[in-house]
């Protein structure tokens, strides 16, 4: 069994430009996640499963419930998920209220990996360093060097970052 699950949802972490359209899409692929974790060294097990790949914008409750099902049928009690930023605070009371005992940290990145990986990489090793490094459930949010509760952490859409309330 993994020591944590990984659930790529999508979100501007993952988004790449299409050459042809001259737009960023969410790809339907894990390669963001893939290429960060296999820079990590150490004895972690995890598994890495893709799910939804959509802009946070819009992810809409259906989704939210696909993501919590997926953590109740899980082995693991430590899950990382991968989310957009603008709607992240909603997947995080969702499943505050349907997956009660896991331990859980959402992050994301304001710019594409594909674009500016340094926000990216810090924000996925933060988290997955406080899920290894801790015991204890409840649903956390881990961006920009602070990982609080969910309830604790707001986008602060003017200065770019998450911010502790």
């Known amino acids: 069994m993994a020591d944590i ?13 299409d050459e042809i359209s001259g737009e960023l899409f969410v790809p339907q692929d894990e390669q963001a ?3 960060i ?4 060294r150490g004895n972690l097990a995890f598994r890495l499963v893709g799910l939804i790949h959509k802009d946070s914008l819009a992810m809409d409750d259906a989704d ?16 990382l998920i991968v989310h957009g930023t603008d709607t992240m605070h909603l997947t995080a009371a969702h499943l505050a209220a ?4 896991r331990r859980i940290v959402l992050t994301g990145a304001m710019k594409p990996y594909a674009y ?18 801790g015991e204890g459930a ?15 952490m707001v986008k ?10």
């Not at 939210?64 to 899950?79: M, P």
Request: with cysteine; hydrophobic share 45%.
């Open 116 to 133: 500016d990986r340094q926000e990216a990489v810090v924000n996925l090793a933060l988290s997955l360093g406080w899920l290894i490094a």
């Open 64 to 79: 939210r419930e696909q993501i919590a099902q997926t953590i109740l049928a899980a082995q693991e009690s430590k899950i």
């Open 37 to 40: 974790l296999a820079e990590l």
């Open 138 to 152: 409840g649903v956390h949010i881990g961006m920009h060097g602070l990982v609080r509760p969910h309830a604790g």
């Open 33 to 35: 996640v893939e290429a």
């Open 98 to 101: 349907r997956c009660p005992g």
């Open 156 to 165: 602060d859409r003017v200065r770019g970052v998450f911010r502790a309330v």
């Open 5 to 17: 699950l990984i659930l790529n949802t999508g979100g501007t972490f993952n988004k790449r430009y």
